[in-house]
């Protein structure tokens, strides 16, 4: 029997993809500002895809198909990076133009944008009660807050390797952030002085910090743009703005990583 036979945009649904801008007002800029936030949202789709993956692989002891997916992830990640340096170009005149439009709409609620925290292991159980409204995706966060996060299951990896990983740590409520333990960081210490002895766990490690540092570098190109455009303003989902992203750009996902090279 052939294969149907199926057209370029019809495989992409591009009808439905291209016709899912609908600017409210007719100033200029309004597209871009959707495009932009519509094409991160796709990038996350594929970021959770990946780092689901990966976190499935890492829990069965799999670790080189998942280090293919983290860095896919981290250059991912590149992609949205880059994304701010095309909102840039909106200057402050451009926004506030278009801010009334916007109403009390926000990137703050990107239920998808949170479900990464998440699956990182950024844990937060009261931002779930700010998609309350909306059962399915409340859900959904709170399955994913059900779940060991990305580096929990890497550390479960590493007890399983026989690394004394403790046991407060391994039997921790997953709901709540992992909160920076001596020793686990002592784990990472003798992966990283025996790199040799636990190649694919260095690998890990350093697969892991990529994708953290990637993250964060998009947190931080967010805080500027925003500072670029707004200012100090309050944002339209009634969060401090720039200050609010910049303590969120202080907040890690993987603690011990970070504080491992200071003491190699």
Not at 43 to 65: F, N, Q, T
Request: hydrophobic share 40%; charged share 25%.
């Amino acid at each position: 029997m052939e294969s149907q036979e199926i057209s370029y945009g019809g495989y992409l649904k591009l009808d439905a993809l291209l016709s899912a801008q609908a600017p409210l007002s007719n100033e200029h800029d309004e597209l871009l500002f959707i495009v932009i936030h519509q094409a991160a949202e796709l990038w996350m789709k594929l970021c959770l895809h990946e780092l689901g993956g990966a976190r499935r692989l890492i829990a069965a002891d799999e670790l080189s198909p998942a280090f293919k997916m983290l860095s896919r992830t981290a250059r991912v990640q590149a992609q949205l990076i880059q994304s701010w340096e095309v909102l840039s170009t909106m200057t402050p005149a451009d926004y506030h133009r278009l801010r009334a439009h916007l109403g009390s709409s926000s990137g703050f609620q990107s239920y998808q944008y949170r479900l990464l925290e998440f699956v990182l292991g950024a844990r937060d159980e009261e931002m779930v009660a700010i998609h309350e409204t909306s059962p399915l995706i409340a859900g959904q966060l709170r399955e994913e807050l059900a779940r060991p996060s990305l580096y929990d299951e890497s550390l479960r990896l590493l007890a399983r390797r026989g690394l004394p990983v403790p046991a407060a740590v391994l039997e921790r409520d997953v709901r709540r952030r992992h909160v920076a333990d001596p020793g686990v960081e002592a784990c990472w210490a003798e992966i990283y002085r025996n790199a040799d002895r636990y190649w694919d766990l260095y690998e890990l490690a350093e697969k892991l910090m990529d994708v953290e540092h990637h993250v964060q570098l998009w947190r931080f190109g967010h805080v500027k743009t925003v500072e670029r455009i707004i200012g100090f303003r309050r944002g339209t989902g009634g969060t401090s703005g720039v200050a609010y992203l910049t303590n969120v750009l202080s907040k890690g996902f993987f603690p011990e990583l970070l504080s491992v090279r200071t003491i190699l």
